[in-house]
């Protein structure tokens, strides 16, 4: 027994003595698994990095997707706008919509860069990452000022302008402002500024001389309406200018809306990045 004893502890002194002369030579120490061990700092690290690197790998294929959509909301803002561009003069309300588009373009660019400097971990592509998110997010929270901006002067733009646009109405399909008041009374179901009755006092009305109001202010399920005043039931009872407004200040909820969402997305990306760099650095500073 004392000498089975006595064996194991010179073993051990002579490992001991060998790891010491190893260490003493400045050549990498490879101790007996005994006397080996691995920081619970450098094992943190690891799992923090891998966790916010798949996190970040999700994040750039979802900016891919927000890409699409961002062009997707900016191309309808665009398109719709244009059918109601008569009934406002600030062109600088499609600003918001044209940022979108322009974020939306950036943010495909973005997604590569993101997937390339995570997968290889170089710390020059996921620092200009987070610049560019970072340039990116400040853009999208402009875009969210602007948007409530434009958004309260739609009302007094559209009071300005709308009965201007109802004056030069001739009931042709050349005349740009006949074209936009019928589309609108057809989409929006309504007719004249407040009512059908303000159709009266327009230059259309006192022309033709026929006490009738246009065809697009005639309800869907009415086959046989003239637009006659004489028969009112088969109107639209509700003007177009408050439909108008409410439509507008929808349209620019959407942009709004779109700009919060994605950068937020852009935030929980940014934070991402900045926990692959700090770990990063944290283990290069653990191995020394």
Partial sequence: MNKGRVARIQD???QLCEDGEILSKGQPAQLSNTYSFEPPALKMGQCGITSSKTVLVFLNLIFWAAAGVLCYVGAYVFITYDDYDHFFEDVYTFVPAVVIIAVGALLFIIG??????????SYCGLTAFVIILLLVFITEVAVVVLGYIYRAKVESEVSSTIKKVYDEYNGTNSNAQSRAIDYVQRQLQCCGIH???DWQYTHWYEESKNKSVPISCCRVNIGSCTGSLTHPEDLYQEGCEALVVKKLKEIMMYIIWTALTFAAIQMLGMMCTCVVLAA???ILLTSF
Avoid: M, Q
Wanted: with cysteine; hydrophobic share 30%; aromatic share 6%.
């Fill in 112 to 121: 590569l860069i993101g997937c390339c400097a995570t997968v290889r971990e």
């Fill in 12 to 14: 051990a002194h002579r």
């Fill in 280 to 282: 990063g650095a944290g």
């Fill in 195 to 197: 009512n059908y009755s």
